[in-house]
């Protein structure tokens, strides 16, 4: 049946996306076979959509994606729907969409995906509606021009998305909707501009997807997904290697006759057609590195599936869906990831229990939530405290060599009042091994500095310094290098709150050293590949 207005929580935001993925495929489904159907079904949920109380405007990214969908809809099926039904969808469009954009307006001052969305559906619906309220359409057009520079900015200096992959996905996608939209409807010269970072950040996207999964942190995940959105950036750079992690789905649906769901599938055809051929070109390039809010570098030994893929991340928890993960690195090798990040956590379960997770000083009860904090992510803890909230870990070094491919962040700020130095470097070793290498200076007062890696939960300890991971038929050797008297443990990474997600599948294997007061140290940890590893030898 057509959707229903019902809430969860806070949200509507699955029924806007279910009713935009609805709409845009039947359309394009009419549009492209004429049968009349998919003609009457998208009518029936547009009718359906119009006829809510209203879409929720007091979380906006559910009537952003909304009024995306009546928009599209009424836009690709304009001479076709009913007069009448015309009429109550136009209707729907400023009332339910546009009309409570000036007062739910909190997002027009964001730097974040909420601009991106929210001003990407304002904008296509304005646009839907030009001809009948043009007034009101170009009221709307002016304030997304100015607003849209926000995010734009964040893309700087190299196109690395601040809040991850996943997020880049979302934003990247209704922005790039909103140039397209205004460019085709408009013309050129009115056209929404983007920056060389934005367009940029398609190679970051390209970058970010190792063999086993995106390098997920913040609130992302770490499956590869479909993104048509890089069909238009493939088009408007003339360059089809931004395409290559799209092949494997391109393949799928050849061979399998395998459908990705994706509410914007119709676009990337669309997208395509520019192309002057759809060929999947493989990157050259072995390493990526962006600054910016959230500056990250990955390298990999090769673009095969069984090559190791190394990526390093800095910033600032305090980045919109930050964690304290200053420092943290992610692992593939031979098609499996080792070093996990465990990603975001689902928001209504926490909502739910009364927190609040988007508040992000020191104090806030974000850091209730384990996989948030850095006790849970791939980096320093010291003394059992958290990373500093306004703390800020640049890149400082990115190297290129013969044999080894390295990068540089400085994670000292996160760790203030207890550490006076704490610089962090990765490297991949003649496309073999990994290592991670800590340059670490105590304060004042003595501290016990914890390294930790979470990773999969079968781990043998082989010695002291030596542990063993194993993941389907496959091993990584986790080798203490320095100090010499490092000796691994083994614990849990089952949270303390019964509410939150339990982590299935991982451990966190980790060591501790003692410092002394003003002491220096050096924590290095070499990861080692096996395809089988004996554990009798």
């Not at 007062?445 to 991971?469: E, G, K, R």
Request: include cysteine; hydrophobic fraction near 40%.
């Amino acid at each position: 049946p057509p959707v229903e207005r019902e809430q969860t929580g806070r949200r509507i935001l699955s029924v806007s996306r279910e009713a935009l993925e609805r709409i845009i495929h039947f359309a394009y489904a009419y549009r492209l076979t004429e049968d009349k159907r998919y003609l009457q079904r998208a009518e029936a949920e547009m009718m359906a959509v119009a006829a809510f109380t209203d879409w929720n405007p007091s979380h906006f990214l559910d009537v952003a994606e909304m009024t995306t969908a009546l928009a599209i809809g009424y836009d690709w099926l304009y001479a076709d729907i009913q007069a009448q039904d015309r009429k109550v969808i136009r209707k729907a469009i400023v009332e339910k969409g546009l009309k409570p954009s000036f007062e739910y307006d909190g997002w027009t001052r964001a730097h974040h995906n909420w601009n991106q969305v929210c001003n990407g559906g304002m904008v296509l619906g304005a646009l839907a509606i030009y001809e009948e309220d043009t007034v009101l359409a170009k009221k709307i057009l002016q304030r997304a021009d100015t607003s849209l520079m926000l995010p734009m900015e964040d893309y700087g200096p190299d196109g690395a998305y601040p809040e991850g992959p996943g997020y880049w996905s979302y934003g990247t996608t209704y922005h790039a909707i909103a140039i397209d939209a205004t460019k085709t409807a408009l013309g050129e010269a009115r056209a929404f501009k983007y920056t060389p970072p934005f367009i940029a950040s398609a190679w970051y996207k390209l970058h970010m997807n190792g063999p086993a999964g995106y390098f997920n942190y913040s609130d992302n995940g770490y499956k590869n997904s479909l993104s048509p959105v890089m069909c238009w950036f493939a088009a408007e750079t003339k360059d089809p290697e931004v395409l290559w992690n799209q092949k494997p789905f391109f393949d799928a649906m050849k061979q399998k006759n395998a459908i990705y769901s994706n509410r914007f599938t119709p676009l990337m055809v669309i997208w395509a057609s520019r192309l002057h051929s759809l060929v999947f070109l493989q990157p050259e390039d072995q390493l990526w590195a962006g600054k910016g809010k959230s500056p990250v570098a990955v390298m990999r030994s090769s673009w095969n599936e069984d090559a190791i893929f190394l990526g390093i991340k800095g910033g600032s928890p305090s980045a919109n869906h930050g964690h304290m993960d200053a420092g943290t690195f992610v692992m593939d090798a031979l098609g499996e990831r080792w070093a996990f990040d465990l990603g975001g956590h689902p928001y209504h379960t926490l909502e739910s229990q009364g927190l609040d997770i988007w508040d992000r000083n020191q104090e806030s009860e974000r850091w209730q939530i384990m996989r948030y904090t850095n006790l849970f992510h791939n980096t320093l803890v010291v003394n059992m405290a958290l990373q500093r909230v306004d703390s800020y870990a640049p890149l400082t070094s990115v190297i290129e060599g013969e044999d080894t491919l390295a990068a540089t962040v400085d994670i000292s700020s996160a760790y203030a009042g207890y550490l006076s130095r704490a610089v962090r470097t990765v490297s991949l070793v003649n496309d073999q091994y990994v290592r991670i290498k800590d340059d670490v200076v105590n304060g004042s007062l003595p501290a016990t500095v914890q390294w930790n890696l979470i990773t999969a939960d079968s781990v043998s300890l082989h010695s002291s310094h030596m542990a063993v991971i194993y993941q389907n038929g496959k091993s990584l050797q986790a080798i203490i290098e320095k100090p010499a008297h490092g000796a691994w443990f083994i614990s849990s990474t089952r949270p303390e709150n019964t509410f939150e997600d339990l982590n299935p599948g991982t451990v966190r294997l980790g060591f501790k050293v003692e410092m002394a007061k003003d002491e220096e140290e050096v924590l290095s940890v070499v990861l080692r590949p096996a395809e089988v590893f004996n554990i009798n030898k």
